[in-house]
């Protein structure tokens, strides 16, 4: 499957930004989604994850409260929501899958990735 995430920009801090990604090939296998971020000097770190029916979720405990995942399997695409952003959160963001049933949240346990999309909070 491939990914395209979209949705980053600038936002002043407690703002709001909505990220997508869309999924295209082979998306008739079942896929846990998830969200990653990469803040410059920093590793990959966590956000967000999502299972195939939308009904298990988890987030970071830095995003929790202000981050919301969510799936239209439908239109093959999840969501990222986020309020109250920070500046800390400035980071380029990556969807990612992988075609299990366990929700994930390491990024090794995910084999397909997306190219990044830049979100930029200011103070």
């Known amino acids: 499957v491939q990914l395209q995430a979209s949705g980053g920009g600038l936002v002043q801090a407690g703002g709001s930004l909505r990220l997508s990604c869309a999924a295209s090939?082979?998306?008739?296998?079942?896929?846990?989604m998830g969200w990653f971020r990469q803040a410059p000097g920093k590793e990959r770190d966590f956000v967000a994850a999502i299972n195939w029916s939308g009904g298990s979720k988890s987030c970071a405990d830095s995003v929790k409260g202000r981050f919301t995942i969510s799936r239209d399997n439908a239109e093959n695409a999840v969501y990222l929501q986020m309020d109250s952003l920070k500046p800390e959160d400035t980071a380029v963001y990556f969807c990612a899958a992988y075609s299990g049933i366990l929700l994930a949240t390491t990024l090794y346990d995910y084999d397909c990735w997306g190219q990044g999309t830049l979100v930029t909070v200011s103070s």
């Open positions: 090939g082979r998306t008739s296998n079942k896929y846990v």
